[in-house]
């Protein structure tokens, strides 16, 4: 079965993600800017969900991790929980 690490940055607002998008294609740092911003206690450790597979996040989630090129911010990406940038760090 495939795995993937991912890390991403929760919020609550599509605006604000799209923001913080920009932020990151300008040099922005992804892990410096989770801690400070995202709702998700992932945002502690820089975003890192650590390894998963599929069928482990919620659907939205898992279409974007399991098909995005990795190394690229993907979203904004809307689920019930807000919306995420999500960047795909391994899969394998």
């Known amino acids: 079965m495939p795995k993937a690490q991912a890390r991403h940055i929760l919020v609550p607002s599509e605006a604000e993600c799209a923001k ?18 995202s709702k998700c206690p992932s945002g502690r450790e820089g975003g890192s969900l ?9 659907p939205e989630f898992d279409t974007v991790v399991f098909s995005a090129p990795v190394g690229t911010v993907q979203g904004p990406v809307k ?14």
Do not use: N, S, W, Y
């Open 79 to 92: 689920t019930q929980f807000g919306f995420h940038l999500i960047e795909v760090t391994k899969r394998g």
């Open 20 to 37: 913080l998008k920009k932020d990151i294609e300008g040099g922005a740092d992804f892990a410096a800017l989770a801690k400070q911003h």
């Open 50 to 58: 650590g390894e998963f597979g599929p069928g482990q996040m919620v």
